[in-house]
C-alpha cells in the first residue's frame, strides 16, 4: 500500500513537533522540547528528511518522517548550530547545509555567525563570522554536479546538460558548493568555498568572501535559488535580483520587476513547474494600518519569462504553499480570513475558502505580527491537500482541493500560528533548497 502525505506539525512555543498521517490526523511520531526556529522554516531534503534548527538548544535537527514505518528513528541526525537561526539552505544534494543567524528576541541583528554543516561527514558543523546582520541563504551545488533527472534548462539557463549520474569525486575548493549569503545593511551577495568554511580553525574566526557583489541597501528579503540553472534570487523593493554560478564568482543579471506597485516580501520556487511566487505588498507604511494592505501573488515562469500579478485581496498575506494542482495563499483580514487558492498553469483565484476567526488575532491600529496569533500553511507539490494552523486554538484546517476535509487538532495550542511542513513520498519538494 502507498504511502499516505504527513504533515509536520511544530509548536515552537510550546517546544514540540508531532508527525500526522493524512488525511486521518493519526499521530505516527512525536518529538519533544525541540522549539523550531520559525523564521528558518522547515527545509525539504532527498530521500524525504526534512531539517530544521532547535532555537533553544542551537541544533539543526533532520527528521525521517516516514523511518518509523522501516525500523528507522524519526530524528536522523543532529548537529551544533549558531542560534538564533535566520535562514536555513541545503545545496541540491541535500549534504551541504547552512545556517545563518538574525535578531531572534533582540531589537537590533547583533550575530555574526554562520554555520555550516556536512551531513556525510558525521555530521560535521563548523561556525564562523561574517557580518553582522539578517542574512539570507542559499547553497549552491558543486560546478560540476548535475541536476535531477529531468530537470531542464529554459530560456534563462544555458541548454540542460545530460541524464543525471554521479559527479565527478574531490572537486576542488572552487568546483566544489558555494555558500551565497544575501546581505541587507550594506546590500551585497557574499559568496563562500564550502570547502573552505568547513575547513575553518575552533573558536569562530572570521571568514573572507570568495568573491562579492553588489545589491541595493537595506531592502532584501526573500531568497529563491533554481538548482537547474543555478541562479540564486533575491526580493528587494527594485525587483528581484539574480546572480548565477560562475566558478566561484557570481554574474549578475537584470533584475525581474515587480509589474507594478509595491513589493515582495517573500519568495520562493514552484520546483514542478518552476515558477517563482512571491505577494506583493502595498498600501500605507504604518504597520497598524495593516487592513488596508493591498496583496498581489506575483509569478515569474523561469521557463518562459512570463511575469504577472493577481490581486488577492487587503489584509496580510505572507508565506504560501505549493500543493499539486494550486498555489495557496492564507489571507487575514478583521472581516474574515480565507484560504486563496490559484490555478498555478493559467494564473488566477480559483477559490476563497473562509477560514474560522482567531481569539487575539490581529487588530487594525496595532502591528499583525506583535503578541497576536497568526496562522501557517503548508502542502506538497505531491498531493493536492493544504494545511491552515488557527494559531491559539490547537488546530490545523485540513483541504483537499477546494473542499474542506477535516479539522485536526494537537494538544498545544500553536501560539504564534505554530509552523507546518507537508510532505508526500517522492514529491519533490527538495527541488526547492531553502528552508520555508
Known sequence: MPLAPRLLVADQVAGSIRVLDLPDGRVVGVVEDRHLAEHAGFLALPDGRWALVDDLAGELVVLDPYG???????????APVAVPA???????SGRHLAVTTGCGRNEEPWSDLLTVVDLAAGPRSVRVRTRTGEPGVTVLAAANARPAPGA??????????????????????????????RHREPGAFAAYRFADLLAAAPACPPATPAYQTGLP?????GDAHDPVTG???????SGVHRVRRDGDRLVTEDPLPWAGPGRGYYLRLDPVRRTLWSCVRGGPADPGRWPEWSNDAWFHALGTGRTGRVPLGPGLVFRLAVAAHHVAYARVHPDGDELVLLDPEMPRVTARLPLPPMDGAPKPGGTPWDGVQRRAIAASPGASLVAVTRGGHGEVHLFDGTRPLARLTVPTPLD???????????????????GR
Open 68 to 78: 518509523p514505518d522501516a525500523g528507522r528513528p524519526l530524528v536522523a541526525a543532529t
Open 86 to 92: 535566520e535562514h536555513l539552505a541545503a545545496d541540491p
Open 152 to 181: 531542464t534548462a529554459g530560456p534563462e539557463g544555458s541548454p540542460a546538460p545530460g541524464p543525471a549520474g554521479p559527479a565527478p569525486q574531490g572537486p576542488s575548493a572552487a568546483d566544489g558548493p558555494l555558500v551565497v549569503l
Open 217 to 221: 541597501d537595506h531592502d532584501g528579503h
Open 231 to 237: 541562479r540564486v534570487f533575491a526580493a528587494a523593493g
Open 416 to 434: 504564534d500560528g505554530g509552523h507546518l511542513a507537508l510532505t508526500a513520498p517522492g514529491d519533490g519538494a527538495w527541488a526547492d533548497p531553502v
